[in-house]
Nanobody
Framework: VQLQASGGGLVQAGGSLRLSCVVS????????MSWYRQAPGAQREWVAT???????NYADSVKGRSTISRDNAKNTVYLEMNRLKPEDTAVYYC??????????WGKGTQVTVSS
């Protein structure tokens, strides 16, 4: 299973971005899709999760500013982020977990928010 994240870039504080993660496997076969991020010098941290058939959950740091969604027809998961802050600067990774609890990580996409 391969995951490819894209959509990162340089944006000013207060701006928006939509990240995409294309999954090589049909995503209904993936139980949980998530986004994580890793800032320079920091550990990777969880950002948002969308379990199959359940409501999304968000880290407090992005709650109210971000939306995770799935498009099963396109095998794609999105993370829309609004009102971006410099502290949102990080490499963003998508992760899929299948029903056997195997985890699959994609290569990240860089998000840089300038103040």
């Amino acid at each position: 299973v391969q995951l490819q994240a894209s959509g990162g870039g340089l944006v000013q504080a207060g701006g928006s971005l939509r990240l995409s993660c294309v999954v090589s496997r049909s995503i209904p076969r993936m139980n949980v899709m998530s986004w994580y991020r890793q800032a320079p010098g920091a550990q990777r941290e969880w950002v948002a999760t969308m379990p199959s058939g359940s409501s999304a959950n968000y880290a407090d740091s992005v709650k109210g500013r971000s939306t995770i969604s799935r498009d099963n027809a396109k095998n794609t998961v999105y993370l829309e982020m609004n009102r971006l802050k410099p502290e949102d600067t990080a490499v963003y990774y998508c992760k899929g977990a299948d029903w056997l609890r195997n985890d699959y990580w994609g290569k990240g996409t860089q998000v840089t928010v300038s103040s």
